[in-house]
Structures are given as structure tokens and as C-alpha cells.
């Protein structure tokens, strides 16, 4: 019976140190799954603040600090002395370093003449350039200047342009690959397509590029003189007029006198008969008043 109590509190006891074990165990568990839990947490966290990040960098480095803008101006000027006045606007245009696109000079009459100028500048001197050419004027009739901002368009022919390029290099990945036929055909014809497209679309930003980094103005000039009168030496040929006056007179007098004789001897019958017919009258009135 002893024996039996004995072994009985040893089982007692022994199952009381395994139960014991166990639940430490199963608290070390827990802890450990809770601490990888909530460092897959904090680990997710870092990974999302630095895609954030490099969101943030990517769109900083898209939107540009300068803008893109396209300028032109429109300029009429008087100016004293037209040719001089042109001739220096066209120095200046050189050493800016621009360039001459159209150049136009009009006489409309002896007192009035004008010239028009289409030149284009670089960004960065246009309006030291405008100041210049206004200097150069006597007056100036109107200045208009406009700007255009095309940054928003700009990015977005970049970003066209970057996912052509992507597509470009995925379908020569695929033409390197292909072994049908069909297949390398049908890759090749799509690669077209796509360099075509970006073709178009760098043609695009290279023109923006180019009207943004260079200024169009147009200048009118107008030149008003005022002319004097000069002597007319054939005005002051005295004897030539005078020999002409005189050949004028002569030339009446001699119409004139041809003209009397030719009307009374062409006319002599009848001028006879009405000579007579007045005497007979003058007779016939003469004779009725004498007293009988």
C-alpha cells in the first residue's frame, strides 16, 4: 500500500512539472510570435515611408524648378533715320546672338518709308533686347508682349516619350527571342510603330525647346521726312519759253487771218447778195424819209 501512495505522488508530481513546462513554453511562444509580428510591422512601416520617399523624389525631379515659357513681342516705332536705325537693331540682334528671320523695306513715297524686322532672340536677353530697340526710336507707336507657358505640355511629352521607350526595349527583347517568322514580323512592325510615335513626340519637345529658348519680336519702323522743294532748272529756261510763247502767237495770228480768208472768199456769193439786199435797204429807207 505504500509503495502504491509513493508512486501514485510521484506520477501526481511529475505531471504537475510537465504541465508546468508546457505552459512556459507556450507563454515563450506567444511573446516570440508577437515581438515578429510587430517587427514585420515596423519593418512594413520603413518600407512604405521610403516608397514615399522615392515617390516624392521622382515627382521632384519631373515638375522642373525653371518654367518653359514661349515670348513675343511686337514693337512700331518712328524713328529719325530708318536705314541707320535698322543697321544698329541688326548689330544688336548679332551680338546677343540672335538671328535675322525676315527683313522688309517698303517706299511708299518720297516722304514716307518703312521696314519691318522679325528676329529671334535668346530667352535670357529678350527684354534687355526690347529696352535697346526702344532706345533707338524717336517715338514708339505700340509695344505688345505675350507669354505662353508650356511646362505642363512639356512634361508630358516626356513622360510619352519614357513610356515609348519602354515599350521600344521590351519589343527588342522579344525580337531577339522570336523564332517564327510571323512572330518577327509582327514584333518588327509594332517596334515601328513605337519609333514612329516617339520620333513624333521628340520632334514635339525639341520645337518647344527651341521656342522657349529663343524670343520672337517683330519690329516696324516708320521713317516720316519732310521734303523741300527743290528749283527745277527747266522751269528757269527762260529763252526756250519765250521762243515758244512767241511761235504760239505767231502760229494763232496766222490760223486766225487763214481762217478770215478762207471764210470770205468761201463765203463771197452769198456775203455779195446780203451786201446788195443791205444797200437796197439802206436806199429804199433813205428815199422814205425825204419829204415829197
Known amino acids: 500500500m505504500k509503495r502504491n501512495v509513493v508512486l501514485a505522488l510521484l506520477l501526481s508530481g511529475l505531471l504537475v512539472f510537465m504541465a508546468s513546462c508546457s505552459s512556459s513554453e507556450s507563454k515563450k511562444d506567444i511573446q516570440m510570435e508577437s515581438s515578429s509580428t510587430s517587427q514585420d510591422m515596423a519593418t512594413t512601416e520603413q518600407e512604405n515611408k521610403a516608397e514615399t520617399e522615392e515617390l516624392a523624389n521622382e515627382q521632384s525631379k519631373v515638375i522642373p524648378t525653371n518654367r518653359k515659357i514661349i515670348h513675343r513681342a511686337e514693337l512700331q516705332l518712328n524713328v529719325k533715320k530708318l536705314e541707320n536705325t535698322q543697321l544698329i537693331i541688326e548689330k544688336k540682334v548679332s551680338d546677343y546672338g540672335g538671328y535675322i528671320v525676315e527683313s522688309n523695306v517698303h517706299r511708299e513715297s518720297e516722304e514716307s518709308i518703312s521696314a ?14 526690347l529696352t535697346d530697340a526702344e532706345g533707338e526710336a524717336a517715338e514708339v507707336l505700340n509695344r505688345n508682349v505675350t ?6 505640355q512639356y ?3 516626356e513622360s510619352r516619350v519614357k513610356s515609348k521607350r ?3 526595349e521590351r519589343l527588342l527583347e522579344f525580337m531577339g527571342k522570336a523564332e517564327k517568322t510571323e512572330d518577327l ?4 512592325s509594332d517596334l515601328s510603330k513605337v519609333q514612329e510615335e516617339i520620333e513624333l513626340i ?6 518647344l525647346e527651341n521656342q522657349t529658348s529663343f524670343s520672337t519680336i517683330e519690329i516696324t519702323m516708320y521713317e516720316n521726312s ?4 527743290g528749283l527745277d532748272s527747266k522751269n528757269l529756261d527762260t529763252w526756250d519759253k519765250t521762243k515758244k510763247q512767241l511761235a504760239t502767237s505767231t502760229n ?5 487771218g487763214s481762217g478770215l480768208i478762207v471764210f470770205f472768199i468761201g463765203n463771197l456769193p452769198v456775203l455779195l447778195l446780203l451786201l446788195l439786199v443791205g444797200i437796197g435797204i439802206y436806199f429804199g429807207v433813205n428815199r422814205m424819209k425825204k419829204p415829197k
Open 116 to 129: 519691318r524686322l522679325t528676329v529671334r532672340i535668346p530667352e535670357q536677353h529678350f527684354q534687355k533686347f
Open 147 to 152: 507669354g505662353e507657358d508650356v511646362t505642363e
Open 155 to 157: 512634361i508630358d511629352l
Open 166 to 168: 519602354t515599350v521600344e
Open 185 to 188: 514580323l509582327k514584333i518588327s
Open 202 to 207: 521628340v520632334g514635339k519637345m525639341k520645337y
Open 226 to 229: 519732310v521734303i523741300v522743294p
Open 252 to 256: 494763232f495770228i496766222f490760223a486766225t
